[in-house]
């Protein structure tokens, strides 16, 4: 995954005219979803006049998690803050003990975090037929909980669990946190501690940093001056019990201290969380399939996202050459979206495109109550559609 663009964006040109409103975004969205499928769009037998949907860290903010460009998040309020590099990941033991330290403070409340009703509403969506397929961006696996029966693509990968860089083998993250806790009894008693006083229960940034914490997407928890080079993480149990045979053909060693915890004497065994890290590839497969979900849509709709990596603009950028009606909610500018509607109407109620500055938590919502028994385009509904409730 390239680094992601962290220059300024401009504000967002509201598009329909009336969506300046929760109400106006709302029904803009509502004409967006129900439009036709546009003749100009290349013709695709699943698409059945169907949207796909491409979700970002703003999805999930009102779940509790920190995002990355909204009012509080990481690169608004630390303007120093510097993701882990793949490259530096597997190749630093110091570098892997910071990450995992601060991973370890981190993953209690992640874990603990739930779906918001932005998930739930996708989830109802996709039951009324509006949706084709969902790619998301977040590792948090909200989306696959929130709407098993409505296909997610995770095109960042997920911190449910961790993988072997030397052998592939996976490994649950909630019984890795219990490997860590194990070897660090002094970390493990202070996040018990911060657990025990609510420091990492507020969403305020303001309040963590009066605790000294550092917040940051994805699980990451800083200290500053925290004593990180103390830390200790466990190898990969597959690669422990059969150390594998490297690339280069030779043996590898997997080495252990007396608590069990991975050596830096060790060829093998390092566990990397199942994410895509910045300079990391994202896999062939993952590509096709988010470029199939994409070709096999009538529309796209961005939520909670800034496109600030390349991986999620280029897909947009490939629905525009499609020439696909693109909607986009998400508070606050998106990297490009000037060109995805040079070519919009003046009286555009928002079927040819829609660009609101809205909570996703507050307008899905109100858009699945708004839709009401709207069929979808191309689709029929024979029986009622139940009231889904947000929870």
């Known amino acids: 995954m390239r680094i992601p663009y962290t220059g300024p964006l401009p504000p967002p040109t509201i598009i329909a005219r009336n969506a300046n409103t929760p109400t106006g975004a709302i029904s803009a969205l509502t004409n967006f979803l129900c439009a036709s499928p546009s003749p100009l769009v290349p013709s695709s037998p699943d698409s059945h006049g169907r949207t796909v949907l491409l979700t970002g860290a703003g999805v999930s903010v009102a779940s509790g998690l920190a995002d990355y460009r909204g009012t509080a998040g990481t690169y608004t309020l630390n303007k120093s803050y510097r993701p882990i590099y793949y490259n530096e990941f597997i190749t630093n033991h110091e570098a892997r003990k910071r990450y995992w330290a601060r991973s370890f403070l981190g993953w209690t409340n992640l874990h603990k975090a739930r779906p918001n009703d932005a998930h739930w509403a996708v989830r109802d969506l996709g039951k009324r037929g509006f949706l084709s397929k969902v790619i998301t961006q977040n590792v948090d696996s909200f989306h696959p909980m929130a709407h098993p029966d409505l296909p997610t693509l995770e095109l960042h990968g997920y911190l449910r669990s961790l993988v072997c860089i030397q052998c592939g083998s996976h490994l649950p993250r909630k019984e890795f946190q219990q490997s860590l806790s194990s070897l660090n009894p002094a970390w493990a008693a202070f996040l018990a501690e911060m657990l025990e006083t609510g420091a990492l229960d507020s969403e305020n940034p303001d309040e963590r940093r009066k605790k000294g914490l550092k917040s940051n997407p994805d699980g990451d928890v800083d200290v500053p001056d925290a004593p990180y080079t103390t830390f200790r993480y466990p190898p990969c149990p597959t690669c422990l019990a059969k150390p594998p045979v490297l690339t280069d053909g030779s043996q590898s060693i997997v080495d252990i201290d007396d608590d069990g915890a991975w050596s830096p004497r060790s060829t093998a065994g390092v566990l990397k969380p199942a994410v895509v890290m910045f300079g990391e590839s994202i896999a062939a497969s993952i590509k096709t399939a988010a470029e199939e979900a994409i070709d096999s849509a009538s529309r796209i709709l961005v939520i909670g996202s800034s496109l600030a990596t390349y991986s999620a603009w280029r897909l947009v950028k490939r629905a525009k050459e499609r020439h696909m ?42 858009l699945v109550q708004n839709l009401g028994r709207t069929v979808p385009p191309g689709e029929q509904i024979s029986s009622p559609a139940k009231q889904q409730s947000y929870k």
């Open 325 to 366: 009606p693109i909607g986009v909610l998400n508070l606050g500018g998106v990297r490009g979206e000037e060109t995805f509607y040079n070519d919009i109407k003046a009286d555009n109620d928002g079927s040819s495109g829609v660009r609101c500055s809205e909570r996703a938590d507050k307008i899905l919502p109100a």
